[in-house]
Structure formats: C-alpha cells, structure tokens
C-alpha cells in the first residue's frame, strides 16, 4: 500500500454569527492539525483573523472536522495538516 496523506472526512463549515455579518471583512484563519494513528486530532490557530470571536468560533468548528490518519509503510500514522480557512462578508 502507498503512502497517503491524512484525509479530511468530515469537514462542517463555520458559520457566521450575525453580530459579525454587520461589518465587511475579508480575513482568514490558519490553523494546524496534529492527526493520530488513530484519526483523533487537535487543532491549533496558527494565525489569527484579527478579531477573537470569530477566532474561537473558528477553532470550536475546527475540532468537530474528522480525519482518516496518514498511512506510512502501509500502517497508519501521525501526522500534521495545515488548513486556511477564508471569510468574506460584504
């Protein structure tokens, strides 16, 4: 068997409360993973969007994703991903 990435299965999207739907912005969010040979993972922010909330809304939506773990030498593995995750509101 291959090598292979870890795979994202499980992906919900953030949503944007409406107290931050009245400001226009265009921002984004950089965050790490950590992946178990397990497919558990933890999550980090990287890099901030500038305003907490929407940083904490962020990376309480982050923990829900789920993974398939990394396969080395045909077992599976730890492993990290990086993701940047966009908002825009007009």
Known sequence: ??????????????????SLRQQTMKT???ARFTI????????ELMGSSGNS???????DVLRQWRW???????HP??????VRVEFEVD
Do not use: C, F, K
Request: proline share 12%; aromatic share 2%.
């Open 1 to 18: 068997m291959p090598d292979q990435d870890a795979v994202l299965v499980s992906q919900p999207a953030p949503h944007i409360p409406p």
């Open 28 to 30: 984004y969010v950089r």
């Open 36 to 43: 178990a040979a397990d497919g558990s993972s933890t999550v």
């Open 53 to 59: 909330q929407l940083d904490a809304m962020t990376l």
């Open 68 to 74: 398939r773990p990394a396969i080395r030498d045909g």
């Open 77 to 82: 593995a730890e492993s990290v991903q990086r």
